[in-house]
């Protein structure tokens, strides 16, 4: 069936080092790829997106690519912040049917150091 | 501020309480869904609704009973709960289950920590 892989955590970065955590995912026809972050003490929050191969995805200084020769979806950003310490969970979603669901990796901790 | 609103955002009760969780959300969407999270998990989906019909039941035990009265709102109640059902409980709505080229992705609840004593 399918599914997602992440890297696993904690990441622990410096202030405006350079961020990449990696996913990679396992689906039959062409799924849409999802970046959700999550702070502590709330829900999911979408970051970005993409719906079809090569697409990138950006939001807040993050990007992604949707890289079907290698199936990936790595979340990078230039320069983080201590205000981007989270929960990161790469999904992906293909719905053709009432029973589709979204499918999330394990989620990735990342930890900025002021 | 989430667009989902779910309440109340803490609760403790007894393994024979009953109890609801309650959501809800006003921006149009006909897909709502209920998550339970495990502390360091990625969520684990319950159910779901799509045009206020149940449509996916993750073999989830009957004392969890989920109700969705109108397009807005989604409840789920709680009856003779175990500790180990402790978890955050997160609700969720999409403009549609089945995103196609809508490609619609969920809007989280900001959840509900459970404590069952």
């Known amino acids: 069936g399918d599914s997602v892989t992440q890297m696993e955590g904690p990441v622990t970065l410096s202030e405006e080092a350079f961020l990449t955590i990696n996913c990679t995912y396992t689906a039959t026809g062409y799924p849409s790829l999802f970046w959700y972050v999550q702070y502590p003490g709330e829900g999911l929050q979408l970051l970005l997106k993409a719906t079809k191969a090569d697409d990138k995805g950006s939001n807040k200084g993050f990007e992604a690519t949707y890289r079907k020769e290698t199936t990936s979806f790595h979340l990078e950003k230039g320069s983080v912040q201590v205000s981007d310490s989270a929960v990161y969970f790469c999904?992906?979603?293909?719905?053709?049917?009432?029973?589709?669901?979204?499918?999330f990796g394990s989620g990735t901790r990342l930890s900025i150091r002021p | 501020d989430t667009e989902v609103t779910q309440t109340p955002k803490h609760l403790v009760m007894g393994m024979t309480n009953k109890k609801s969780l309650k959501c809800e959300q006003h921006m149009g969407h006909r897909a709502m869904y209920w998550y339970k999270q495990k502390a360091k998990k990625p969520p684990e989906l319950m159910f779901v609704?799509?045009?206020?019909?149940?449509?996916i039941n993750e073999s989830v035990p009957s004392r969890f009973s989920p109700e969705c009265p109108n397009s807005s709102l989604l409840n789920l109640h709680l009856h003779a709960l175990q500790p180990e059902d402790s978890a955050l409980y997160l609700c969720?709505?999409?403009?549609?289950?089945?995103?196609?080229?809508?490609?619609?992705?969920?809007?989280f609840g900001n959840g509900t920590r459970l404590t069952v004593t």
């Open positions: 609704y799509s045009y206020e019909k149940l449509s």
């Open positions: 999904a992906l979603f293909q719905g053709y049917s009432s029973a589709s669901k979204i499918i």
């Open positions: 969720a709505s999409s403009q549609d289950v089945v995103l196609g080229q809508n490609n619609s992705p969920l809007h």
